[in-house]
């Protein structure tokens, strides 16, 4: 099924493209229209030319040098609010039209987040940055989360079902407030976690 002319009012070359991988469906769009790689690719450069760290840093207004307590985590993957375009791929892999990307920064007395989400079939964006004692952080985790996300087949595109897919999410809690972030483009992200909860023990018992 061809992508209402509404949505496209407004829209940027790239916001186009991306409306179109997650509504233009059937045959045709399976022939000509945007593979999921392609797709990938341009979230990935998109998300490469924000310059995370260095965003991060400038925001937080403290030199590197400062933030040496253990080295900065890294961590992305696609965003499943409820306001998003989903898309089940013919891969098998489940995307989004958001993209959440977040660096943590540890200093000897804190834990500084800066967090960035941006949508590729609009250009909006949330920006966020936290800093959080340690003595105040209750847990550090990571999660397997379930979502529906579009699996459209037939060649007029009109067999249209849910299926559910699995994410992986991050947690930061401290006490009336939770940070979470997905780590769906971070394979080992268990292993960043599990740095950050070692040095989590270690504040809490000095």
Same mark, same amino acid.
């Given at each position: 099924?061809?992508?209402d ?11 186009k ?5 997650f509504q233009d469906?059937g045959c045709l769009?399976?022939?000509t229209g945007m593979?999921?790689?392609a797709?990938?690719q !341009?979230?990935?450069?998109t998300?490469n030319?924000?310059?995370v760290? /260095? %965003?991060?840093l400038g925001k937080?207004?403290?030199?590197e =040098?400062?933030?040496?307590?253990i080295?900065?985590?890294y961590l ?9 375009l ?7 892999r489940s995307?989004s039209?958001k993209?959440d990307?977040a660096m ?8 500084? !987040? ?5 949508d590729?079939?609009?250009?909006a /964006? %949330?920006?966020?940055t936290?800093?959080y004692?340690?003595? =105040?952080?209750t847990?550090?985790?990571t999660?397997s989360e379930?979502?529906e996300?579009t699996?459209?087949?037939?060649c ?7 299926k559910t897919v699995?994410y992986?999410?991050?947690?930061l809690?401290?006490?009336g ?5 997905s780590?769906s483009?971070?394979?080992d992200a268990d292993k ?5 909860k070692?040095k989590?023990?270690?504040?809490k018992?000095?």
């Amino acid at each position: 099924m061809p992508v209402d002319p509404q949505l496209m009012r407004g829209k940027t070359a790239e916001q186009k493209r991306a409306i179109k991988y997650f509504q233009d469906t059937g045959c045709l769009a399976a022939l000509t229209g945007m593979k999921d790689e392609a797709y990938d690719q !341009m979230v990935l450069t998109t998300l490469n030319g924000l310059n995370v760290k /260095k %965003k991060g840093l400038g925001k937080i207004g403290l030199d590197e =040098d400062q933030l040496k307590e253990i080295a900065p985590i890294y961590l992305h993957g696609y965003n499943y609010d409820s306001d998003v375009l989903t898309k089940v791929g013919s891969d098998g892999r489940s995307r989004s039209s958001k993209y959440d990307a977040a660096m943590l920064f540890f200093s000897d007395t804190h834990v500084y !987040m800066y967090a960035y989400t941006f949508d590729m079939t609009s250009g909006a /964006k %949330k920006e966020k940055t936290e800093e959080y004692f340690y003595k =105040d952080i209750t847990n550090f985790s990571t999660s397997s989360e379930t979502t529906e996300a579009t699996k459209v087949s037939g060649c007029k595109g009109d067999k249209v079902t849910k299926k559910t897919v699995e994410y992986s999410r991050f947690s930061l809690v401290v006490p009336g407030d939770k940070f979470f972030c997905s780590t769906s483009g971070v394979p080992d992200a268990d292993k960043s976690v599990s740095a950050m909860k070692q040095k989590l023990r270690e504040k809490k018992q000095q």
